[in-house]
């Protein structure tokens, strides 16, 4: 073992020398580009109609915990083994009543340790590390214990409702299979296990995959080098940091924070694309066939770049991003919320703020959004139907919101980037103040409107955050 280690860390260090990256992307992009070979493997070799159960959860999980320990050694690791560990006991000790309640405080803790782990050892640095698969294994542990509450209530018809605990090797395969612990997506432990003993294909088609899963195997993978290639240029021209250059006029500042938006997501989805062209590979993607009789593979789509790039309106965008996330923070947060005086929305968003850790940064750009999805709300039912009369009012209505919208979203994302509290108000004084005082006033105005409508609208339409 000591062997394969060092044979491995060896030739990542030859990689990074060599193409001048930095040494922890060589390692997470390498593993990640196992998970082809390793996937036809899993799919063909280890196919559910000739091998057990078992070898399949043992293959992927025993694999996936190399994987982390090859990406981010012994120690980094021991957080996410304790997590899980912890998890499952409370899964068979604590009564179904309460245990998603335990389980989501408990991983919410030991995320924020670990947040506060990088703060400390690689403060406003962008170190590839263990805290990547940690979030996304918070959402694991939490659809899961939520999942088994939903299944012991009589009333529940939650179509991902656990009915019994899973066994430990399959609550193990689902948090730790390699092909997605490295960079998720977290799917719920219902679909996981419908895709390792392959009844996603047999129970939602007769059909037989094969020439189907070529556009999006081969269609998201194009997609991803092409986000990448994009990235590495523009970031080279325009580093996040040059936004706080002084002399820039406001119209070159807001182009500006566009251009750097642009090239931080194309990062994301280069990731996110990758990761869902190696799922839809093995088949975890598949989730069935439309009503036109055309596949979908949606159970590991974490982003729709189209959406987020060309949305006209700020909902648009923000559900077209960080997909898994937003279902996640949906099942187990914003339909959840039942108290009068808690809004779901802002649960929500606060939820996600802490999810993504505590650089002051996050807490800029999150309150940023949860007003903006506010003044949207607002601006849109004041407005829309004043521009819908004819096709060229439409026309004019969505380049305006789609300019607007952009905006004021690069305006909080950048805040994200920028980390820190001074950095943020640096940038917030060179836009005179101006999106945050507009969005506040839009999301203050007394709009009316049917609430029970506008709920059932929300709730359909989902919760987003960053």
Not at 214 to 228: F, Q, W
Not at 375 to 392: D, G, I, P, Q, W
Not at 405 to 419: D, E
Request: positive net charge.
């Amino acid at each position: 073992m000591a062997s394969l280690f060092a044979m491995f860390e060896s030739n990542v260090q030859a990689l990074s020398k060599q193409y001048a990256v930095p040494i922890d992307q060589v390692r997470f992009l390498t593993l990640l580009l196992l998970g082809y070979p390793l996937g036809a493997l899993y799919r063909y070799g280890l196919h559910p109609s000739r091998t057990s159960l078992t070898v399949r959860h043992v293959f992927s999980t025993s694999l996936g915990i190399l994987f982390g320990l090859l990406c981010f050694g012994w120690s980094q690791m021991f957080l996410l083994f304790f997590m899980t560990g912890v998890c499952y006991a409370m899964l068979l000790w604590l009564p179904t009543t309460v245990v998603h309640l335990y389980t989501i405080v408990f991983a919410m803790v030991c995320v924020s340790m670990g947040h506060v782990y990088r703060m400390i050892t690689d403060y406003e640095g962008w170190n590839i590390d263990f805290s990547v698969p940690l979030m996304v294994m918070v959402q694991r542990v939490s659809l899961t214990a939520f999942a088994l509450n939903d299944g012991s209530r009589a009333d529940s018809d939650i179509e991902q409702k656990l009915t019994e605990v899973p066994s430990l090797l399959e609550y193990w395969s689902y948090n730790y299979n390699f092909h997605t612990f490295l960079a998720g997506p977290a799917c719920t432990m219902k679909e996981y296990l419908n895709f390792v003993d392959g009844s996603n294909f047999t129970t939602k088609t007769s059909k037989r995959i094969g020439s189907d899963v070529k556009y999006p195997v081969l269609g998201r993978l194009a997609e991803a080098v092409v986000c990448i290639v994009l990235h590495q240029v523009i970031s080279a021209q325009y580093p996040i940091d040059s936004i706080l250059k002084p002399d820039y006029s406001l119209p070159t500042r807001i182009l500006l924070a566009h251009i750097i938006i642009f090239h931080t997501r194309s990062r994301y989805y280069f990731v996110w694309l990758l990761v869902e062209s190696i799922n839809n590979y093995i088949g975890l993607g598949f989730s069935g066939y439309d009503k036109e009789g055309k596949p979908v593979w949606d159970v590991c789509k974490n982003v729709r770049p189209w959406d987020v790039e060309f949305g006209t309106n700020f909902r648009t965008v923000i559900t077209g991003w960080n997909v898994t996330t937003s279902l996640w923070l949906r099942r187990i947060c914003y339909n959840r919320v039942s108290y009068g005086w808690i809004s779901p929305t802002l649960a929500s968003w606060v939820l996600s703020a802490v999810w993504h850790g505590f650089y002051p940064g996050y807490y800029f750009c999150f309150l940023s959004g949860a007003i903006m999805q506010a003044a949207s709300v607002n601006m849109r039912r004041l407005l829309r139907h004043h521009f819908h009369t004819s096709e060229t009012w439409k026309r004019i209505y969505d380049v305006v919101t789609w300019a607007i919208s952009h905006t004021m979203l690069n305006y909080g994302a950048m805040c994200f980037l920028l980390l820190s509290v001074e950095k943020c108000w640096m940038l917030w004084k060179f836009y005179y103040f101006f999106p945050f005082i507009t969005v506040s006033c839009a999301a203050l105005l007394p709009v009316p409107y049917d609430k029970k409508e506008a709920r059932n609208g929300d709730r359909q339409n989902g919760v987003k955050a960053q």
